[in-house]
Every structure is written in C-alpha cells, then in structure tokens.
C-alpha cells in the first residue's frame, strides 16, 4: 500500500512529538499502576483496587493508544527520545529545588505567622533535604 506524503512544518512536527511523548509516559505508568499490586513509601501508598475486568479494559485501552502513537510517529517520521539515566535523575531533581525552598519559614509566612518552634524544627530539615539534593547532582556531574 502506497503511503501518502503528509505535508507538516517543522514546528507542528515537534508540538506533535512533544504530546505524544507525555502521552506514552503517561500510558506507561498507567501500565505499570494496573500491574503493580502494591507500592509503598514513607508519606503514601498505592493499593491496586482495579478489577481484573478493569484492568485488563484498561491494559487493552492503553495498548490501542500505544498502536495509535506508533502510528502517527512513523507516518509522520518522529524520533524516540533517548534518555540517559543521569539526566533524567538532574531533571528530577532540579524540579524539586523550588518546591523544597516553598516550605522554607520564610516562605511560609504568606500561610500564617511562622512559630518559633516550627521554624526552629522545619528549617534545619528543609536546609538538610536541599544539601542532600545538591549532594545527588554533585555527584552525577563529577
């Protein structure tokens, strides 16, 4: 079957790419949620509750989407990314640089007056998490 040429710009090309990228990501941890039966850590956990008839609509949903995707990506001739393990984690941790800093005392303030005591147990440990952060990008940039 011949295949038709699709006239697309270069910059409709990357918006395309870049949704479809976020989509696959996102389809993936679904995937991985419905066959994942429990995860845990210190402040949450995950309980799968899905039926197995809910999970394998979902499973049979998500892999119609990836057969969509990849579609779409070789007709209109989208690379796949390649991520290397040490960007992906200074990505990540980069990202939660202003997060951590919001929970600083001082930023608080805009939430109510800072006690003392909260100020005094909250901010050594903010500090220590940012330290630990910058310990982790230290150490993948050597």
Sequence with gaps: MERKEIKITEAQKNSISSVLLILNQVV???EFLC?????????????????EKEKASVLKTTSEIKEV????????NIKKERYKTKLL???R????????????????KGYGEISVSLKQFL?????????LLKSIED???K
């Design 28 to 30: 993936d941890e679904i």
């Design 35 to 51: 066959k994942t039966e429990k995860s845990e850590s210190i402040l949450y956990e995950v309980i799968n509750n899905l039926s």
């Design 69 to 76: 995707i990849k579609n779409i990506s070789t007709n209109l």
């Design 89 to 91: 984690i200074s990505s």
């Design 93 to 108: 941790v980069s990202s939660l640089w202003e997060m951590i800093c919001e929970i600083e005392s001082k930023r608080l």
């Design 123 to 131: 901010d050594p440990l903010v500090n220590r998490i940012i330290y």
């Design 139 to 141: 150490f993948l940039h």
